[in-house]
């Protein structure tokens, strides 16, 4: 057991305060881990009981215990950050919590199938947002029925989150125990126009969960000479297996996210050089930052590209820094400067909006002006966290719940006919509440 989690109930941390920008739906991870560390400490089925919990809460509990900024989500908003005594910062280590029992909670007994209801709901990707709609869904008798294109389930988790960082082996697992529960997945299958007119005629909803699954384009001089990677390529081919060696070779990252140190931390065990460069401060969350450093990762800030240097393959990037250019060699350059959603092209023709910055327009429960297609995660958000993307995915299927309980079936009847009745009948849903355990 992790000295974090052998301390916590000796440090007072169940106290009803856990505080901070949860973007779960439920009560704070935080709260809802320490309050059952207090209560069930010692005893032999802690596991199961943290299983229930996390359950409730969390579709990957032990990715984001992997993958989450907790100094800025659950551990910065705990009580105890601060404080001399105790764990790190005085925070209870949430995230070592979750990676630990999540990963424990595989090995307990799969819930039964829950009773079907008679509804169908197609979900178009098998990333985080994706996973949670159909796991919420399926547990309360929804047939659900996953499309991804990728051969393997999981979006960016499996394709663009590097092996080191995230054991591929527990979110196999986590995916086949949603299969036991009775999710249908469709890989490598591509979902065109005339597929989705289908998929829209033979369901009751269809939640969009496309993600933000293209580089962000630059127009940097030199973009297209040999040698300059793209991040999201760069780390499929090494989730692939299939990532070149580079032995001796001098890598300049630019970028200053989680993907930037994820590029070179990958690229370093390839035997690379690595320096990554940010025009100005670094986004990356400490600890991948602190990671880098410790691996021989050389991070530049205030470093502004100009161009990529070359003729028959990239040999440098020329830098403005204040005024002052300044080239520096690389052998390849990788480019992690953020992605962005794609959407297609037909969801026009279904109603779907989109805004300025081509995602999906949706209110707040993740429905599109079309009632019948939802959406939610880095499609809508641009790109952002597992965690939130999760908390999308829980609202869209709560919704659709809602919508197909006789009250949400009255509800909607009314917001055509009467208006102002309708904004009197509050949503609810006869299903199981999302608090209930697994």
């Known amino acids: 057991m992790p000295e974090g989690i052998a301390l916590a109930p000796r440090q007072g941390c169940a106290s009803p305060g856990c505080k901070g920008p949860q973007p779960a739906l439920d009560p704070a991870p935080g709260l809802a881990l320490a309050t059952s560390l207090k209560h069930f400490s010692g005893k032999r089925n802690l596991a199961a009981r943290f299983a229930r919990i996390l359950a409730a809460i969390n579709t990957l509990p ?86 991804d294109r990728n051969p393997v389930a999981g979006g960016l988790l499996a394709t663009g989150v590097p092996p080191f960082k995230l054991d591929k082996a527990l979110l196999a697992r986590r995916i086949a125990r949603q299969e036991v529960l009775g999710v249908r997945f469709e890989l490598g299958v591509t979902v065109d126009g005339t597929r989705f007119y289908q998929l829209l005629a033979d369901h009751d909803a ?55 140190m994820d590029c070179a931390r990958s690229a370093r065990r390839l035997g690379a050089a690595v320096t990554v460069a940010t025009r100005g401060a670094f986004r990356s969350s400490p600890k991948e930052a602190d990671a880098a450093r410790e691996e021989g990762v050389t991070l530049l800030e205030n470093h502004l590209p100009q161009s990529l240097l070359g003729s028959e393959a990239v040999a440098g990037i020329r830098f403005d820094l204040a005024g002052e250019m300044r080239d520096m060699p690389a052998d390849q350059a990788i480019l992690a400067l953020g992605q962005v959603a794609n959407p297609p092209a037909w969801l026009a023709a279904h109603g779907v909006a989109l805004d300025d910055a081509g995602r999906i327009v949706v209110d707040a429960r993740g429905r599109t002006a079309q009632p019948k297609i939802y959406a939610g995660g880095d499609n809508t958000l641009g790109p952002d966290l597992v965690v939130t993307a999760m908390a999308a995915g829980r609202r869209a299927a709560e919704d659709m719940l809602d919508s197909f309980s006789l009250r949400g079936r009255l509800k909607e009847q009314a917001r055509h006919l009467l208006p102002h009745v309708a904004a009197r009948i509050a949503p609810g849903s006869t299903s199981q509440p999302a608090h209930a355990a697994a």
Request: hydrophobic residues 45%.
């Open 62 to 147: 032990e990715v984001c215990g992997a993958l989450c900024p907790q100094h800025r989500l659950c551990e910065g908003g705990c009580t105890r950050a601060g404080e001399e005594t105790g764990l790190k910062n005085g925070a209870v280590a949430i995230g070592a919590l979750e990676r630990w029992l999540g990963a424990a909670a595989l090995d307990l007994p799969i819930p039964a199938p829950a009773t079907p209801i008679g509804r169908t709901v197609a979900v178009i990707g098998a990333g985080p947002a994706g996973l949670a709609c159909a796991d919420r869904l399926a547990r309360a008798g929804v047939t659900v029925t996953i499309y």
């Open 206 to 260: 269809v939640f969009l969960g496309t993600g933000a699954q293209r580089s962000r384009a630059v127009s940097l001089p030199g973009r297209e000479l040999p040698g300059v990677l793209d991040a999201l390529d760069f780390l499929a081919s090494v989730n692939a297996g299939t990532a070149t060696a580079m032995e001796g070779e001098r890598v300049l990252v630019l970028g200053g996210g989680d993907s930037a």
